[in-house]
């Protein structure tokens, strides 16, 4: 079961590269939460990562924070494992939260099946917007739909979000197969 929107957002407690533990009550102060289901081998979370790294960027005054949660497995997808996170976040200079949901426990909870998905929440961290990043994975230049800045706007100005839920677009989230 996927979280629906209208849902409260479900508590974590994950280690982020930054070597701190990081849970959903240290964004608090934030108006608006998204929370991303990421991780480093896919082409889709390639594709919109440095849209997201400049999203992060132009939203960030107006209090809203973008957390990404890697929860896949890493003995099929070593690059995915916790000290290549760490390698990507600098790599790539991201300015928002990168964390590791090893037991992939958060993941099934919020009933994530894609990277990248997008689970973004207001002030009292209700679900408002569930989906994709964007309508065009492959350029930005062809980009027509901004679901995520259109659901942060809307939200900033006390509307609902035009659009509360796209299909998620990307990679299957790889659970472990115990």
Same mark, same amino acid.
Request: neutral net charge; glycine residues 6%; contains cysteine.
């Given at each position: 079961?996927?979280?629906?929107?209208?849902?409260?957002?479900?508590?974590?407690?994950?280690?982020?590269?930054?070597?701190?533990?990081?849970?959903?009550?240290?964004?608090?102060?934030?108006?608006?939460?998204?929370?991303?289901?990421?991780?480093?081998?896919?082409?889709?979370?390639?594709?919109?990562?440095?849209?997201?790294?400049?999203?992060?960027?132009? !939203?960030?005054?107006?209090?809203?924070?973008?957390?990404?949660?890697? +929860?896949?497995? &890493?003995?099929? /997808?070593?690059? @995915?494992? %916790?000290?290549?996170?760490?390698?990507?976040?600098?790599?790539?200079?991201?300015?928002?939260?990168?964390?590791?949901?090893?037991?992939?426990?958060?993941?099934?909870?919020?009933?994530?099946?894609?990277?990248?998905?997008?689970?973004?929440?207001?002030?009292?961290?209700?679900?408002? !917007?569930?989906?994709?990043?964007?309508?065009?994975?492959?350029?930005? +230049?062809?980009? &027509?739909?901004? /679901?995520?800045? @259109?659901? %942060?706007?809307?939200?900033?100005?006390?509307?609902?979000?035009?659009?509360?839920?796209?299909?998620?677009?990307?990679?299957?989230?790889?659970?472990?197969?115990?």
């Amino acid at each position: 079961m996927t979280l629906s929107v209208g849902q409260t957002a479900i508590d974590f407690h994950l280690p982020g590269v930054d070597g701190k533990a990081h849970s959903l009550g240290d964004y608090k102060d934030k108006r608006i939460l998204a929370v991303t289901f990421w991780c480093n081998h896919c082409p889709y979370v390639q594709a919109w990562e440095q849209r997201v790294i400049e999203v992060q960027r132009d !939203y960030a005054a107006k209090g809203v924070q973008v957390v990404a949660i890697n +929860a896949n497995e &890493t003995i099929n /997808y070593p690059t @995915d494992d %916790f000290p290549h996170m760490v390698e990507r976040s600098q790599d790539k200079r991201y300015n928002f939260p990168y964390l590791r949901d090893e037991t992939q426990g958060v993941a099934r909870a919020y009933g994530a099946s894609r990277t990248p998905e997008f689970f973004v929440f207001d002030q009292e961290r209700v679900l408002r !917007y569930h989906g994709a990043a964007d309508d065009n994975h492959e350029s930005a +230049a062809k980009v &027509t739909k901004r /679901y995520l800045r @259109d659901a %942060f706007d809307a939200l900033l100005a006390g509307r609902d979000p035009p659009m509360p839920e796209t299909p998620p677009k990307g990679c299957s989230v790889k659970w472990h197969t115990k």
